[in-house]
């Protein structure tokens, strides 16, 4: 699907279950019109990474995801060579009395041995049209890995010593996202074009669940986003993100719930907290106390 506005990049992303904004639909615009990268940052499960999936989706392109984690390297990301098949060639090639090193060589470091990882693979020509290349939660990795990353995604193109330089043939769509557990190198971000991805307000939240769990009734719909928007006005150690509404919703539903009681919210309460310590603060009276108080705050 063509996404040739701001109101068509809404609509589009819409109708793969993902309710944005105009300020993020003009970011996504502005993104795909000029092949820059786009670099979302926010709290975890605001949804930064769904909107990759939902981008492939609405573009009909392929999803390539690379997942960075300490110690991640550029040949962890680019790729690496199949060195089991490898030796069992060379000892195919010692049995037959093969001689001929350089042949052997050139056999051993060909395509055939190579693994593909995900930045290479985003640089492969693709019929359906280039990639979106998901570089998911940078903030995991070191500043050497950010280094070599600004270098791939300044030109498109990685070396591979034994074979060369591979540059894409059309620029992948490129989403990085980061929780901001720590602070991303300005010369990166430079690359890119930057979107905060806040927590939405109640409306928007509602419509989200609506789109991602339209099995569940307006009414529990409501109680369930205005506890949890609620919920994030209270002093926890994490605060729940949108999947944790969504998943929440999920529970209810498969536990038959109608509306919130003190006693569904403690029995549930792993749905959308996921530390100890912000658990037990729910315990006991304060989860009545958040009802009573979202209660009184309903129109008459």
Known sequence: MEMGSIDAVQTALGEQGYVCGRALATVVFLSLQLGRPLFLEGE??????EIAKAIAAATG????RLQCYEGLDAASAVYEWNFAAQMIAIR??????????EILRSELFSGDYLIERPLLQAMRPDAAGA????IDEIDRTDEPFEAFLLEAL?????TIPELGTIAAPE??????????????????????????????????????LKARVPEASDALSRAVVAF??????????KRPGVAETIDWAKCLL???????????????????????????KLQGSEAKRLLDALADEAPV
């Open 154 to 158: 300044s030109d498109y193109q990685v």
């Open 92 to 101: 195919a090639a010692e049995a037959e009395g093969a001689a001929d090193r």
């Open 254 to 280: 498969a536990l038959d719930v109608i509306e919130l009681s003190p006693e569904v919210i403690a029995d549930t309460l792993g749905a959308i907290l996921k530390y100890q310590d912000d658990i037990q």
């Open 171 to 208: 620029p992948p769509i490129v989403i990085l996202t980061s929780n901001r557990t720590r602070e991303v190198h300005d010369a990166l971000k430079r690359r890119c074009l930057y979107h905060w991805v806040d927590y939405p307000d109640l409306e928007r939240e509602l419509a989200i």
């Open 44 to 49: 975890a499960g605001t949804g930064k990474t």
């Open 228 to 237: 949890v928007q609620r919920l994030r006005t209270e002093d926890l150690f």
């Open 131 to 134: 990639p979106v290349l998901l």
């Open 61 to 64: 392109r392929r999803l390539i």
